[in-house]
T-cell receptor, first 114, second 114 residues
Framework: DTAVSQTPKYLVTQMGNDKSIKCEQNLGHDTMYWYKQDSKKFLKIMFSYNNKELIINETVPNRFSPKSPDKAHLNLHINSLELGDSAVYFC?????????????FGQGTRLTVV | AQKVTQAQTEISVVEKEDVTLDCVYETRDTTYYLFWYKQPPSGELVFLIRRNSFDEQNEISGRYSWNFQKSTSSFNFTITASQVVDSAVYFCALRRNAGNMLTFGGGTRLMVKP
């Protein structure tokens, strides 16, 4: 059973489109995240979310928005896609109440904007 | 502000050699957590180890060992008798006590040749 799963694994779309990436975790964790990995492999936090608080990295454009229908899901919506949005997006989860738990990552979604 | 530096962008070794991956971090927090993740060519992020700032004991797990030195703000990772399957990008990461988001280093690409 996959702990953190993302769909789709690959996404190719045209500039200007709106797209979503889905993420689900079956670990019972209370906090979920989205990270972006650029072409140089740099990993950067985009959002951290639990049922109380959304923390947004201030460098993330407001075209990106996380949506959480319930504790087990955190989807990423991207409006008006741009070429620079091409990257690998990773979803992750962890248990916040136990501070030193590691984050478990999904397999990543490779987004290509053409 | 937090920062993680992995000065070695790429390392190439021959199978069975030992190799050490360096990680230096910066934080003003007195309590924090350090992690290593492995990203094999298949792309997923695999958790390897976490270390609390108040626990400076070194750790060994099979061929892997970690050397945490608070005095030099370093958390280095050594692979003994490297194997081709160790070829991957390795990331060091830091998390504050207050909050769960990870700050990643730039990664070190390790290539183990047969």
């Amino acid at each position: 059973d996959t702990a953190v799963s993302q769909t789709p694994k690959y996404l190719v779309t045209q500039m200007g489109n709106d797209k979503s990436i889905k993420c689900e975790q079956n670990l019972g964790h209370d906090t979920m995240y989205w990270y972006k990995q650029d072409s140089k492999k740099f990993l950067k936090i985009m959002f951290s979310y639990n049922n109380k608080e959304l923390i947004i990295n201030e460098t993330v454009p407001n075209r990106f928005s996380p949506k959480s229908p319930d504790k087990a899901h955190l989807n990423l919506h991207i409006n008006s896609l741009e070429l620079g949005d091409s990257a690998v997006y990773f979803c992750a989860s962890s248990q916040e109440r136990i501070q030193n738990t590691e984050a478990f990552f999904g397999q990543g979604t490779r987004l290509t904007v053409v | 502000a937090q920062k993680v530096t992995q000065a070695q962008t790429e390392i190439s070794v021959v199978e069975k050699e030992d190799v050490t991956l360096d990680c230096v971090y910066e934080t003003r927090d007195t309590t924090y957590y350090l992690f290593w993740y492995k990203q094999p060519p298949s792309g997923e992020l695999v958790f390897l180890i976490r270390r609390n700032s108040f626990d400076e004991q070194n750790e060994i797990s099979g061929r892997y060992s970690w050397n945490f030195q608070k005095s030099t703000s370093s958390f280095n990772f050594t692979i003994t008798a490297s194997q081709v399957v160790d070829s991957a990008v390795y990331f060091c990461a830091l998390r504050r006590n207050a909050g769960n988001m990870l700050t990643f280093g730039g990664g070190t690409r390790l290539m183990v040749k047969p």
